[in-house]
């Protein structure tokens, strides 16, 4: 008996340690692991999706917190703009929105003109199948989306749309169309806060 | 000179893959180049001197029946410690061992060195244990890591080192490439301490 309770006051203290230190690790690491992601993920992506747009400024030095609205704790929610600006006036916005595709959530970063324009899309993270949904991270799927226009939302044209998913994936196919329409949707609030 | 023993074994009489074959899954994997070799060497070096350590301390205060099970929770707290500062510090190299960092928890090296080694003996050694071990094993990665790299790509740590007309083999940075130079180094290591043998 005396053993027993040996063996699982031992372990319990082992593991509430390596929690302990674990989280602190978290907490001392965060901004350093979100400036990284900036520079490494999303950088690369803002730049694809203004690669049409003409700029001169860095988008990811000018960027600004909105908040939009709470999540379902009543947390206040921010979301971060990425500005792209042409002699000081805002010519296009990029902002990262998620939708749930077939293995996980897809995080995809839109840009979209002051003239009311997508400028394009970057698939940044995803968990979607290799060789089947992962391809919606391919040009061929992504540079449909260049240059369409806002009011109307985006559509797969299964559904009566524009744009042809990938074969073999409605679900994440349709996890990005999901979330480049929560991005546009959110996009006349944007454009009030940046204008 | 019991530590200084300790730690030399390590690095050639029973170097982790090639003589105690053990931790082959990066060893085979993550060794396309030199710098991914080194990256992973130093990530499972840290994990084993630091695991060694605490489990040496410990040696005396976890029960025998259940240290399994406390060996792998102070391993995988200390390869997540790894991974969050490659995520914060190394982010490049983090995305390329991608899979290969959290797996070093199942790395037998580390389990193996804490069973056999530091559950048993006095922190010192162990630590002595551990330094060698995971030198051994960052050499060892490094090495396989610059063969592949330099004859399938040319390149040695990114820099281009032959001349230019030279064809890459670009099957020794594929799969194949590993089996194939691991293959070739272990035969060259027996061959060698049999011929130490011979002479002595």
């Known amino acids: 008996m005396r053993e027993l309770v040996r063996m699982v006051v031992v372990l319990a203290a082992i593991c509430a340690c390596s929690g302990l230190v674990l989280s602190f690790t978290s907490q001392a690491t965060q901004v350093q692991r979100e400036n990284q992601l900036l520079k490494f993920v999303k950088g690369p992506s803002i730049q694809a999706v203004f690669s049409d747009c003409d700029y001169d400024n860095d988008p990811i030095q000018d960027r600004m917190a909105l908040s939009v609205g709470t999540d379902k704790d009543g947390n206040p929610l921010e979301k971060i703009i990425f500005l792209a600006k042409k002699g000081g006036q805002v010519v296009a916005v990029a902002y990262a929105s998620s939708g749930s595709g077939y293995g996980g959530e897809i995080e995809v970063m839109v840009g979209l003109s002051m003239d009311g324009e997508l400028t394009g899309i970057s698939v940044m993270t995803h968990s979607e199948t290799p060789g089947l949904g992962a391809r919606i991270t391919e040009t061929v799927f992504t540079e449909q989306f260049r240059g369409l226009p806002l009011e109307e939302g985006v559509q797969l044209s299964s559904d009566g749309g524009a744009i042809d998913g990938v074969s073999g994936a409605s679900f994440s196919s349709k996890g990005v169309i999901s979330a480049i329409n929560a991005a546009m949707e959110l996009f006349s609030k944007v454009k009030e806060e940046v204008s | ?200």
């Not at chain 2, 030199?34 to 205060?61: D, E, Q, Y």
């Not at chain 2, 029946?65 to 995520?87: D, G, P, Y």
């Not at chain 2, 490439?177 to 061959?191: D, E, K, S, T």
Request: charged share 10%; proline share 5%; with cysteine.
């Open chain 2, 1 to 200: 000179m019991g530590a200084w023993n300790e730690f030399t074994k390590g690095l050639w009489k029973e170097i982790p893959p090639f003589r105690l074959v053990l931790g082959l899954c990066p060893t085979l994997a993550v060794t396309t180049a030199a710098k991914n070799g080194l990256g992973m060497g130093l990530a499972t070096t840290f994990v084993l001197v630091c695991s060694n350590v605490l489990i040496s301390l410990l040696r005396n205060v976890i029960p025998r029946k259940v240290r399994i099970a406390a060996f792998i929770v102070v391993i995988a707290s200390f390869v997540v410690i790894v991974e969050l500062t490659m995520q914060a510090y190394f982010y490049p190299l983090y995305k390329i061992l991608g899979l290969f960092i959290p797996l070093i928890v199942v790395n037998c090296i580390i389990l193996g060195r804490a069973e056999a080694f530091a559950s048993k003996n006095r922190l010192l050694p162990s630590i002595a244990d551990g330094l060698g071990m995971g030198l051994g094993f960052t050499l060892s990665l490094t090495f396989l890591g610059a063969v592949r790299e330099i004859i399938g790509n040319g390149t040695l740590f990114g820099n281009p080192i032959l001349w230019d007309s030279f064809e890459p083999f670009s099957i020794m940075v594929k799969a194949p490439g590993a089996f194939l130079c691991l293959g070739v180094i272990l035969g060259l290591m027996n061959w060698v301490s049999m011929r130490q043998q011979k002479k002595s």
